[in-house]
């Protein structure tokens, strides 16, 4: 451009005409489309901008898991048949402390409803829609109440339990407080993968609990038959946590200013950490805290107050409260629990792991993956289950509902028959070609778990051979007795309709002088009565014919030896046996 000129004036264009540029642009995106229509080479594609393609699915994934809470603790109520409590706000603010804590819990949002004008039923359930809308599968999610809870009988002689907002009216329950279990269904709906429900309130006139004379005296028809959870099918990963169970009052105590169950909890989840934290993962589950403070609070209100829970557990996907989850044990733990009718044998029964007391019922157990002998005894001493499990990572299962083979005997004695042949010449004039004769064994399994296929086994055998006499010779018929001695260390797999086992034997060969001594076969080798070792395998089959007890046993072995006969001769043997016969298990 030369000075002093003015720049040239942009072309118009009328309204609604199309342009030199308009229609460059129209070309371009046609000939983007022949593109994308026309096949491409392999090695060439696309530049610029693509189409988006993505999911709510993968648009909540890529935001990553979250820890949220909603605490509710109910002291003062409009209703003056529901009297005023101490510390149930004092429960949930500590509980959310805690849980807050990055030091500990290290939940991302905690809501805690504890004013006057925080626990309407309105502001609750306002909260709880929140919380069921925002929660995503990734997520963890605790619902915590502290207050009074109550109840009242429907047509069908079944009475329907509520936990009592703070506007609550008795004459009203169904309108003005929170039905237990639509709230339960409601916390089983959310999205959330790890969820728990915390109750500490009671619903039958104890405690924290209010009801009318009437309405009292009708539950007590009902005995101790459990309403808390019974109609509830629970998630993939979910606890219902109860302060106590049907009947029993939930207290709270002076002395602890909280409610007893809600100290105890928030106590696993603080100082005492570590003793909550059974499998030593450096991590306190949902279970495990439940645990610890059940067990303190039956101990500190001499059981007449007895936390309940209901799980639905797998445990790659369990709800940690508190601890750090970058320490979590590399190996994904499987679980035993029972926390079932107060009436069934397994409720005070106690569990072993491999021989060593694990714990008592109701309760949750972390197990090693692998095969494990699981031996669970009732109360009264009587064996409930004792059988050999695998014990999957992840897996959680009832104990009233394992599964598994039935465990190895720790002893068996077998006797058979048979005969060990000789398969060299070597040994003809000792033994002849074949020796008849009986075996018998005492196997003895030292092992447990994953070793509890390890046998050793003591043998020991008798024989007597045919005539060693040679052809022509005037002493007749000649014939000399075999015995044997020895150990066997193997391992042995048992099945329901096979076994077979698998062993290095070592043995000591001896053998009964012949009938008339030097004299009488001229001082040939082997005359005299003489001794030998040996070592080789040894293979069992097994046909059981009462599982666990009884079975035919078909074995063979093959023995090298080196044998000296004396005057500088020796030489190396080999023979092998087989035997039919039968074994005890004991």
Known sequence: MTEGARPARPARTRPGAWGAPRLLLLIAALAALAG???????????????????????????????????????????????????????????????????KYGGFERVVTLTRPEEVTRARIIKEV????????????????????GTMAFAAAERPRLYLVAGDSQVSDLPGTALDLADLQEIVTELRAERKALVVDACFDGLGKSSVPKEVRERSLRLGSASNLSSRISLGQSEAHLFATTWGRPAREDDALQHGVYTYFLVQALNWEQKAADTNGDGLVSVYEAHDFARGKTVSYTQAAQVPEAYFRVVGERDLYLVGDVTRRAATEMGLIYFYGDGTSEYADASLSVDGRFKGAFPGTYAIPPGEHRIAIRSGTGRMLFDRVVGIQAGSSVVADRLTGEPPPRRVAVSVAGGARF???????GLTGRSVPGLEGRVTFRPGNGRWSGLTLAA???????????????PAGDRRRDLGSVGIALGWRWDRPRF????????????????PGGEASCGGAAGCDGFAWPSQGLLLDQSLPLVPGRLGLVLSEDLQLALVDVGGGARWLSASAAVRLGVEVAF
């Open 459 to 473: 043998v020991g055998g008798w024989g007597r051979t045919g005539s060693l006499a040679a052809d022509g010779d």
């Open 422 to 428: 000789a398969l060299d010449e070597g040994m003809l």
């Open 129 to 148: 829609a929140n919380l069921r809308a925002d929660a995503r599968r990734e997520d963890s999610v605790v619902v915590y109440f502290s207050g009074h």
């Open 499 to 514: 076994g077979f086992g698998i062993a290095w034997s070592a043995r000591a060969h001896f053998a009964s002088a012949l």
């Open 36 to 102: 994308c229509a026309a096949p491409q080479r392999a090695g060439i594609r696309d530049k610029g901008l693509e189409s988006a393609r993505s999911t709510r699915a993968e648009v909540e994934a890529s935001l990553g898991p979250r820890r949220l809470a909603l605490l509710i603790g109910v002291d003062r109520y409009e209703d003056p048949v529901f009297p005023p409590l101490r510390f149930a706000s004092r429960d949930a603010a500590d509980l959310a402390a805690v849980l807050r804590s990055e």
